[in-house]
């Protein structure tokens, strides 16, 4: 969404435009309150109708006050106010028609040995989040990243989140999986994908790619395209509902080519997995045959589909 958004352009109602004109687009993510700032709801939804457009998730962003962290912030006062910007989210995400709200706690970590007492901190999120997800009108989703802003997040990582999902004994709390956050922790995507899967956890996937070092938000499939093809794959196995958002950063692209480039990619990958193909990985990974997997491949990139 912000790709669309320029000093020169006219902000977030024009990037509406720009988005909806593009095809294959169904939904979007809005940032709160970043977003809202300078558009109230009944524009919010106007804009959406009027360019086909519905609004997937309001995703939280929590700047420079919180730079110290929001719900594990050693201050109680400014834990509270995370609290509370979270809950206006809660309200705005509603009165959108919306039902979920993605949490990326970007501040909440640490950077240096020493710096964190683990368990305190650890606590004061678990108290958090069992506060908010009371709200059972809504689910709520943590999108975990192993570093940036902190040298060390506090979420970072599937293991490390569904421990904090267990704690809460919230019904409603759930991930967002990012792929290039998952490269970056050296997870394979498709691994926590499918655990999610099968548990009713999985409410998102920001689908990118990426070197592994660090957020690189590169286009779709250009680095990592079997990884994401298995990630699909166990999308398509599960019969998931949910929306798939191109996380991808474009610097010297123009933001509607690299967003109908991922359309594209994520359609043409979509493709590949016909019955044939499902049937084929899904025996080769039961056999946990690496040969098979390998002649897989080599079908894909000889005939563009898996040869019957």
């Known amino acids: 969404m912000n790709s669309f958004i320029s000093p020169a352009s006219h902000g977030v109602l024009e990037a509406l435009a720009r988005i909806g004109a593009i095809e294959g687009v169904t939904h979007v ?9 300078t558009v109230s709801v009944p524009q919010m939804r106007k804009a959406l109708e009027k360019h086909g457009l519905k609004m997937n998730a309001l995703n939280m962003r929590f700047k ?9 912030n050693p201050s109680a006062e ?20 919306g039902d979920l709200i993605i949490i990326w706690l970007a501040y909440d970590g640490y950077d240096y040995a020493m710096q964190m007492d ?16 009371r709200d059972r009108r809504l689910r709520f989703a943590i999108e975990y990243k192993p570093y940036e802003e902190r040298g060390f997040s506090l979420l970072d990582s599937y293991g490390t989140t569904s421990c904090l999902i267990r704690e809460t004994g919230a019904q409603n709390l759930g991930m967002v999986l990012d792929f290039c956050h998952m490269l970056m922790k050296k997870e394979n995507p498709a ?5 999610l899967l099968s548990q009713g956890k999985l409410y998102g996937v920001h689908l990118n790619d990426g070197e592994g070092h660090c ?31 191109f996380d991808t950063f474009p610097v ?6 690299e967003l109908a480039a991922n359309i594209a990619m994520f359609e043409q990958l979509w493709a590949l997995l016909d019955a044939s193909a499902m049937q084929a990985i899904a025996q080769a990974s039961a056999n946990q045959d690496g040969m098979a997997v390998q002649r897989i491949f080599r079908d894909f990139l000889a005939n563009g589909a898996w040869r019957r």
Request: charged residues 25%; proline residues 4%.
């Open 29 to 37: 993510d809005l940032n709160y309150p970043e977003h809202f700032e």
């Open 64 to 72: 420079r006050p919180f730079l110290r962290g929001a719900y594990a």
């Open 78 to 97: 400014i834990r509270r106010e995370a609290e509370a910007l979270t809950e206006k989210a809660a309200q705005v995400c509603r009165d959108m028609g």
């Open 118 to 133: 683990y368990p305190q901190a650890w606590n004061q999120l678990v108290q958090t989040l069992c506060t908010l997800c």
């Open 191 to 195: 691994f926590a994908a499918s655990l």
């Open 215 to 245: 957020d690189n938000g590169f286009m779709v499939g250009m680095c990592h395209p079997w990884k994401t093809l298995e990630l699909l794959y166990y999308l398509k196995k599960h019969a998931y509902e949910g929306v798939v958002y």
């Open 252 to 257: 010297r692209e123009s933001a509607e080519d």
